[in-house]
């Protein structure tokens, strides 16, 4: 897999719906084991709510789960995956917990609300593309680099903060596949007097 989207941190969101309350928790999760510890934090924390809906999807083995913890088949826990599958979100739980209002919502009010929920709850968590990315060390004299980070910029590629010694050092990210011509420009326009160092590529948001 090349690239793979995901969220960022730990997040919540909560709306109204008939003065019922719903609060969606999100937070990563990789395997099933992280996944259940979060949704046993998060049973624990609203142990006097009427629900607490969950779905999750994990890159592992494509795996996903979800319960409706006690609403309407189908009224619950699937609309939350439906968000995650049409958001393409892995490696990610949202539990939904739910505080009765006191009106009774029907059948497409609870999907439309664990809905709006989930949404919010990932709108809140920043979804983050990860790719498979190049990391390159590139060591040159002063006078390279301006024309460097103008590189870096063409090629799409980003950059840390630089490290001033005697030489600049620039640590530098692009997307897997598309360093090689970075490369080439680099060494042609630094006459080959940039040290380049390829690092194995990784997963990051990019």
């Known amino acids: ?17 008939k003065k019922s309350e719903f609060i969606a928790n999100v937070s990563p999760a990789t395997t099933d084991d992280e996944a259940t510890t979060f949704l046993n934090q998060m049973r624990a924390e609203h142990r006097t709510a009427n629900h607490n809906v969950y779905a999750y999807s994990l890159r592992q083995e494509a795996r996903q789960r979800y319960s409706d913890d006690g609403e309407p088949a189908k ?5 939350v995956l439906s968000v995650l599958t049409h958001t393409e979100v892995v490696d990610c739980i949202v539990v939904v917990t739910r505080y009765f209002g006191g009106t009774l919502l029907g059948t497409g009010g609870l999907v439309r609300a664990y809905t709006a929920a989930a949404k ?8 983050v593309t990860i790719q498979l990315c190049a990391q390159l060390t590139i060591v040159l004299q002063y006078p390279l680099y301006e024309q460097a980070l103008r590189l870096l910029e063409n090629h799409g590629a980003t950059w840390a903060e630089p490290i001033f010694t005697d030489t ?5 990210t692009l997307p897997h596949g598309k360093e090689t011509a970075l490369l080439t420009d680099l060494n042609e326009a ?6 380049i160092t390829e690092h194995p ?6």
């Open 168 to 172: 600049v050092t620039l640590q530098a």
């Open 120 to 127: 919010a709850g990932l709108a809140a968590a920043n979804v």
């Open 75 to 79: 009224t619950a826990g699937l609309p």
């Open 1 to 17: 897999m090349e690239s793979y989207k995901t969220i960022k941190a730990v997040a919540q969101a909560r709306i109204v719906e």
């Open 201 to 206: 590529p990784v997963y990051l948001p990019f």
């Open 190 to 195: 630094t006459r080959g007097q940039a040290i």
